[in-house]
């Protein structure tokens, strides 16, 4: 245990999956760790069976000192570089530098200085220096010789080159969809969407509904010379226009503002690394602006989830989304199922292959407090052209999961991604012997606004890359009528209205639950259903905050109505924004949990759990007749950052009273030391298959409890 490590003066910086921990001494002699080696090699004190501190020595299987090659990224490892000497003498690099979180910031932020007056020192040059609430790196251009003594110093993490998007630059081809309808007159009160992307050009569908373009930083420019912005807010403003061509008005969700984080070649920009710019990008747009969505369809698959963990660019986003209250969508990131000769296996081995190792989620779609969107076929890819065409193959039908989709788990095992929406999909041509996509293949992609609208105005785009500006377009939804809303309760309404789509469930039927929890998620958002309550459907919803170890108990009224006959359902979620730190063998600082409980009175409720406050990190279950058994079970969902599950009745339940009880705790994680008041948001939702009065029903009951 961590705290096993801390009575011996060392710190735990890093724990593999393979068990093995990275520890850190602010001294040189570790005498307290030798005085037991001493203790455990001497004499069995009389009377024991075994020796001294056999139970913590006899755990360890070897000891070691990180060495410089240990401290090679994966994108280095990648390009060859395997040893310290590796790096040549004469020969510049851009490299990132990470040092562990070893201390305080003001500790780390002092090496860093270091390091950077070393560097300069050797006619280096410094790029950047961020230095945050857990993550701290440098980025600097610097010879091999100058790089090699890095690699020695205790404190560097790792030396890696800088990461770079997954974005491709595709020519879309011309293709008719007949009369647009207009564009309804801009509403000031809408929700502002912010696209972290290559920019936003002055597309006619769009120039109205920008309320601004900035670049960070400014020398960027502010255009979208590589066009993959534009269709992101496309996406975001309105959905797939393709949905929309035969209504009497084009009507958006949102207002889009433009923030290029990305070069006109489709780079991440060398002078500035990811968490600077995205700490800079999204503190700046949320002061001047008072955005709460922000769209990020960029990722890294090169980088490898390092030692069981997020990157830093993920941590970045996590911190930012918790201090700042807002809501970051990102792209689950894609990947082609196969290539070479053995291309048919896209369409013979779906949807096995969106399991493999190599399809989990890339760098920043891990986060925890950021919502990860994996993609959904909006059909079979296929045009009237393709009817009698037997060289053309399918590999989805509409609400299948796409076959580029990436699945999880996300760090810690964390259900990830959180949602899935519409990106497309792929067809195999048996005749040119590749996967056909969007742009080539217009049917195959999510029709969006086109950065060069001057030659076409619209385009068809494949990838995650439109799933997740899908999602943050039916979050304005829900922001527009919930404006207060913070960001957990807006994730927990969408999390109450997700439902997997009956054509994902078919398709992946031959599968256990935690694998097909790992590819669609939390299943599609309705926005209509989490904005909204119905005569037969109530919402009840409440936001507040806990201290570690504590609990918190909501009465949740069952109108007689609700207890007859006929198919009903109740419906939890939770949604909670914990801290988080990326050099912690627990990456997530907070857990909490949520029971349902019925046919016992309050009292009874509040003592059962009181007296088992403090045991562990699981709830304490009561008698079986008490709890309602809600699905997914606590083994699936109370891992999770985004919980819901749900309890379908069909008998009658009067037996059970007028009244359930929702217990949610907060429990175990690494900031109990710290004092954290962790906030969350509950959303109860009650629906009934027969159309009865239920609102009106649990209106009245809730009006007399206040």
């Known amino acids: 245990m961590e705290e096993d490590w801390e009575g011996l003066g060392l710190t735990v910086l890093s724990t593999d999956e393979d068990n093995t921990l990275v520890l850190f001494s602010s001294t040189d002699d570790l005498q307290d760790f030798r005085t037991r080696l001493d203790e455990y090699e001497g004499p069995i004190p009389q009377g024991q069976r075994n020796r001294r501190y056999a139970g913590f020595i006899d755990r360890i299987g070897a000891i070691g000192t990180i060495e410089g090659r240990d401290r090679l990224g994966v994108l280095a490892r990648e390009e060859g570089f395997s040893e310290v000497q590796d790096f040549l ?42 230095c945050g609430p857990s993550i701290s790196i440098i980025r600097v251009r610097a010879s091999g010789q100058t790089i090699r003594p890095i690699l020695a ?40 969407v912010a696209i972290l992307d290559s920019g936003v050009n002055d597309n006619p569908l769009l120039e109205d509904r920008i309320v601004a373009r900035e670049a960070f930083p400014a020398e960027l420019g502010e255009a979208d010379i590589f066009g993959h912005g534009t ?27 433009s923030a290029k984080v990305v070069t006109d070649q489709g780079q991440f920009f060398e002078r500035r690394t ?93 986060a925890v407090n950021a919502l990860t969107v994996g993609s959904l076929a909006h059909s079979n890819g296929l045009g009237p052209e393709h009817e009698f065409d037997v060289h053309i193959q399918r590999i ?19 259900k990830k991604p959180d949602f899935v929406d519409y990106g497309g999909t792929l067809v195999f041509d048996a005749v040119a012997r590749r996967l056909q996509r969007a742009p080539h293949l217009a049917n195959a992609g999510i029709l969006t606004t086109n950065a060069d609208f001057q030659r076409q105005l619209l385009v068809s785009k494949t990838g995650t890359s439109f799933s997740a500006p ?52 939390n299943g599609v958002v309705n926005p209509a259903t989490a904005t909204f ?33 006929g198919p009903r359902w109740i419906h939890v979620s939770l949604a909670f924004d914990p801290p988080v730190r990326r050099t912690r063998a627990e990456y997530v600082g907070t857990r909490m949990n949520f029971r349902l409980i019925r046919g016992c009175t309050a009292d009874q409720v509040f003592e059962h759990f009181r007296s088992h406050t403090g045991e562990d990190t699981e709830a304490p279950e009561m008698a079986g007749r008490f709890n309602c058994g809600l699905s ?48 969350y948001a509950i959303v109860v939702e009650l629906e009934h298959e027969t159309p009865i009065e239920l609102y009106a029903r649990v209106q009245q009951r809730v009006r007399i409890r206040v």
């Open 231 to 257: 269709a992101v807010a496309g996406v975001a403003c309105y959905g797939d226009l393709r949905n929309h061509l035969d209504q009497p008005e084009l009507v958006p969700a949102a207002r889009i503002i």
């Open 89 to 130: 003498d004469d020969t510049d690099y851009v490299v990132d530098i990470e040092l562990w979180e070893f201390g305080p910031q003001a500790a780390r932020r002092s090496l860093g200085e270091e390091i950077v007056e070393w560097v300069e020192s050797q006619n280096g040059e410094l790029y950047d220096h961020y």
């Open 274 to 366: 990811l968490p600077t710019q995205m700490r800079t990008t999204i503190e700046r747009v949320r002061e001047a602006y008072g955005c709460k969505l922000f769209v990020i369809s960029l990722g890294d698959p090169r980088a490898r989830f390092e030692r069981g963990r997020v990157g830093p660019w993920a941590a970045t986003l996590d911190e930012l989304a918790r201090e700042l209250d807002v809501l970051i969508f990102v792209s689950a990131g894609n990947r082609d199922p196969r290539g070479g000769t053995s291309l048919e296996q896209g369409v013979t081995q779906y949807p096995g292959y969106l399991l493999e190792n190599a399809n989990r989620v890339c760098e920043p779609a891990g």
């Open 396 to 414: 989805t039908e509409p609400d299948e999961p796409s076959p580029f989709s990436r699945s999880g788990p996300g760090a810690g095992g964390i």
């Open 533 to 565: 309550s119905d005569d037969h459907r109530v919402v009840l919803y409440a936001e507040d905050a806990l201290g570690m170890d504590q609990f918190a108990v909501y009465q949740v009224p069952i109108p007689a109505e609700f207890q007859g006959n």
């Open 153 to 192: 110093i205790p404190q560097v993490a790792f030396v890696d080159f800088p990461p770079q998007p997954d974005i491709q630059m595709e020519r879309p081809e011309a293709f008719a969809v007949g009369d647009m309808p207009p564009v309804s007159p801009p509403e000031v009160e809408l929700p502002v």
């Open 470 to 521: 899908h999602l943050a377009h039916k979050a304005a939804q829900i922001l527009r009528y919930h404006p207060d809303a913070s960001a957990n309760l807006i994730k927990a309404f969408m999390a109450s209205s997700a439902r997997v789509p009956e054509a994902t469930q078919r398709r992946l039927g031959g599968m256990i639950d935690a694998e097909r929890d790992q590819i669609h998620g």
């Open 632 to 679: 997914p079970g606590p083994q699936r969902r109370d891992r999770n950052t985004l919980q819901t599950a749900s309890v379908k009745f069909t008998q009658d339940t009067a037996q059970y009273g007028a009244d359930y009880f929702l217990v949610v705790r907060c429990v175990g994680g690494w900031a109990a030391d710290q004092e954290v008041r962790q906030r």
